[in-house]
């Protein structure tokens, strides 16, 4: 087994100011632990309680982006190629300048869910905050519901939420497979 410097990684957190960090299989009962644990972080901070409730809101809204689009991948059957690493995922949750909170995800996409994510994120981060909030209503009026229950309103929550634009990336990883990465700030 090779050996693993925790301590550079101990002090890249640390200079990175890296509240939480995960990678593995993301689970509900996962999920519910990290907000449970960012919630008490929260409380035991002296921060106002309306950048806590938007920070917490954007939180959910990218883990639950990324838990929704990795059962997606895992039940499409396309998993085989990744092998066990198909409901494996990584989000860290920091501070960056002036105090802001950032959070990123990565998750394994599909390429053929790849290029429809990438114009709906720019497309959301095109609009000002009132169209923003013109579409997210209109998305809520949608009929329409996605596979998962859901009007598709995650990422243009997080945009609004956040009052940001979105950054990510995709890494290609195989002829069928990128791995997606997602960064939201809050200010």
Known sequence: MAKINLYNTYLNMEKED???????????????????????RM???????????KFYHVLVECLQNMYHHME?????????ELH???GSAIFMVGRGEAGCYLIYTGNFIL???????????????GMNPVELKAYYLERLGASEL??????????????????????????????????????????
């Open 111 to 125: 390429h053929e869910n790849a290029e429809q994510l990438k114009e709906k994120i720019d497309k959301i981060n």
């Open 43 to 53: 409380e035991s901070e002296n921060e106002d309680q309306k950048r806590k409730k």
């Open 18 to 40: 890296i509240i939480l960090s995960f990678k593995g299989d993301i689970t509900k009962d996962l999920l519910s632990s990290v907000y449970q644990i960012v919630e008490a």
């Open 84 to 86: 066990d690493q198909a």
């Open 146 to 187: 996605s596979e998962k229950g859901g009007a598709g309103l995650g990422i243009i929550d997080i945009a609004r939420k956040s009052g940001n634009k979105i950054e990510y990336d995709f890494q290609t990883i195989s002829e069928t497979f990128s791995f997606f990465t997602l960064s939201a700030k809050i200010n």
């Open 72 to 80: 997606s991948l895992q039940e499409s059957g396309a998993k085989g």
